[in-house]
């Protein structure tokens, strides 16, 4: 792929922390860390922000149940996305709490420029609200529950709330809206949620409800004394916070429209709808791409408390291992579609495609060369056109189809290529049997593992995104430097030969990825 300098900005969705993190989390995180990762590795300059939505009635009536300050709380439940974080190895540039200071002068500011824009208006509102949603719901939009209960359609309970607020002139942006999203065709993805969001706005918009005033946590609005900000108004502007707007001279200036945004299915209308209508109204660039992943399903069923098989991200990154939970939902789970997860699952794909077929491969490769050629790598040697056609598949995989795919935020289709390019390596070792060939033809044996050597350190760069601490293990069993493990190091025709004249040998290598065991007590799905 040609390479692109431009800087890239790249967000999570800014997780509400009324309780720990799920797997539903740690599965954003991972895919939107790939991504970040991905466009280093090609030499873009990349910033990926995320951080916690702190504010709202969730949060203030938690707090308040167990009879304690709501920042304390919101204290301790960040804390837990960040161990998160750092357990799943997420490579972001800056975690952001809607709590902090320098959040609240970033609300305030584009709160200032809607109002500028004479956007805002105070008025009453009356109608039914979600506090598990912490969203506003129009009449239609509801459904009957048991005892009489109202639903949302996200199936929580709605409640009719009357107070003062001011109110963002939302039904003045629906035309402008449709013209974004006809223009812009990328600007929701997958189209299923551009469809969605379409029929919603084209079915009318009224006027949104942005501010609070039966309770005190939140941002204060500017100039208006007892009012908070609606809770999506300041968490959206954490993407804006997190590169220091409204400082002219702060990363916002570089960064600023974000690549993509990347959520889960569930919150598209707030971040396609009210978002980009937020930004029109502050004069202010819309990000280029809104992505709603679909969930992760506790085999095949919805994750609740009430079922009891909500699932720990870091019970599982203890039992199976970081690299290994972060390929298995990259590989298995197509990316914008719903998909089902099982520790039995966890075992078979990190097994077949991690152990057994990757791992194998480096580890009778780096053996071979250790015990045969005393470790000694060289590029004195005569290609056979088996030679030259494995390393130009493998290389076609790494510098253009895997990037391709991930790049469309197609990963499960880029690891295909990359476990096809695995197999045919592994093709080759027992086609070329190099074991054999140590008695019957040395320096034939000796162009194959010379071969392979290549190979895996591709396959291992590539990969390496996805897997950074095995792949980082490996490549340094093989002696490539820690600069030379991106894209660009793809495109050096003279890395071996250098290796070689180095003096580097390859030692008695480690093995990078441990099978894995079932659970105990649990069987084969």
Not at 124 to 153: C, H, K, Q
């Amino acid at each position: 792929m040609s390479e692109n300098t431009e800087p890239f900005y790249i967000t999570t969705a800014i997780s509400y922390p009324n309780g720990r993190p799920h797997i539903g989390h740690a599965y954003e995180a991972i895919a939107t860390d790939v991504m970040a990762r991905c466009q280093r590795a090609r030499g873009r300059d990349v910033r990926l922000i995320t951080g916690t939505d702190e504010h709202g009635l969730k949060m203030f009536q938690t707090a308040r149940d167990q009879g304690r300050a709501t920042i304390d709380l919101a204290n301790e439940m960040s804390g837990y996305f960040r161990e998160m974080y750092a357990r799943l190895n997420i490579s972001y540039d800056n975690f952001m709490r809607t709590s902090d200071a320098a959040h609240h002068a970033a609300s305030q500011a584009i709160w200032r420029a809607m109002e500028a824009n004479g956007d805002l208006y105070l008025d009453r509102y009356e109608g039914w609200y979600s506090v598990r949603d912490e969203a506003f719901y129009d009449e239609s939009e509801l459904t009957d529950g048991e005892g009489g209960i109202r639903l949302s359609p996200q199936g929580t309970p709605v409640d009719w709330t009357v107070e003062e607020s001011w109110f963002f002139r939302l039904s003045n942006y629906q035309d402008k809206l449709l013209a974004l999203y006809n223009d812009n065709p990328d600007f929701i993805r997958p189209e299923s949620r551009r469809n969605e969001v379409m029929r919603f706005v084209e079915g009318g918009l009224k006027d949104l409800s942005v501010s609070r005033t039966s309770f005190d946590w939140g941002v204060p609005v500017p100039d208006s004394p007892g009012h908070v900000m609606y809770v999506w108004v300041d968490a959206l502007t954490t993407y804006l916070s997190g590169l220091g707007y409204p400082d002219p001279d702060s990363d916002f200036g570089k960064f600023w429209p974000a690549n993509i945004h990347m959520i889960g299915k569930d919150i598209v209308r707030f971040h396609t709808v009210y978002w980009p209508a937020f930004l029109m109204s502050a004069n202010l660039p819309l990000p280029k791409q809104v992505f709603g992943h679909g969930f992760l399903l506790n085999r095949g069923e919805k994750m609740s408390k009430s079922l009891g098989n909500v699932v720990d991200p870091m019970a599982l990154a203890d039992q199976f291992g970081v690299d290994a939970l972060r390929y298995y939902l990259l590989r298995e789970v197509s990316f914008g579609q719903d998909g089902t997860y099982s520790a039995e699952a966890i075992v078979r794909t990190a097994n077949a495609d991690l152990a057994n077929s990757f791992g194998n491969l480096a580890q009778r490769s780096l053996s071979m060369i250790f015990k045969n050629l005393d470790g000694n790598l060289s590029a004195d040697y005569a290609p056979a056109q088996d030679d030259v056609d494995l390393l130009a598949d493998i290389a076609d995989m790494a510098a253009v189809r895997l990037p391709r795919e991930f790049e469309q935020l197609a990963f499960s289709i880029g690891l295909e290529d990359w476990i096809r390019a695995v197999f045919a390596c592994n093709q080759y070792v027992d086609t070329q049997a190099p074991w054999a060939l140590r008695k019957t033809d040395p320096e034939r044996m000796r162009a194959v593992l010379m071969t392979l050597f290549q190979a895996v350190r591709t396959l291992a760069i590539a990969i390496r995104p996805v897997v950074p601490t095995a792949a980082d293990k490996l490549l340094d069993q093989m002696g490539i430097a820690e600069d030379a493990r991106d894209s660009a190091a793809l495109a050096d025709n003279g890395w071996f030969e250098n290796l070689a004249a180095s003096g580097f040998t390859v030692g008695q290598p480690v093995p990078i990825f441990p099978r894995l065991d079932l659970p105990e007590g649990e069987g084969e799905a």
